[in-house]
């Protein structure tokens, strides 16, 4: 059983296949809401622009996890 307090905010980031470039819907209405959360459940908080940086140089460094892969079909 969890007795912890948590928060989750899913940003899913995609390759877009007209453009082949990675992109995140409304990354920081998540981040609003990831904080907006925190804050709530008294729980340490953020600088929402700065953790999306954290988040594009993690995107970056796995990028190529994040591609569209080919069906062998």
Known sequence: ???GISVH???SVVENSV???LQAFRPMD???AFLSSSHHLDMP???PK???E???KLVQLDKEWLK???DPD
């Open 9 to 11: 905010e899913g940003i």
């Open 1 to 3: 059983m969890h007795y």
């Open 30 to 32: 998540h981040l609003d």
């Open 54 to 56: 954290c988040i594009k």
């Open 50 to 52: 700065e953790l999306l």
């Open 68 to 70: 569209v892969q080919e």
């Open 45 to 47: 908080t953020f600088d």
């Open 19 to 21: 453009t082949q470039k």
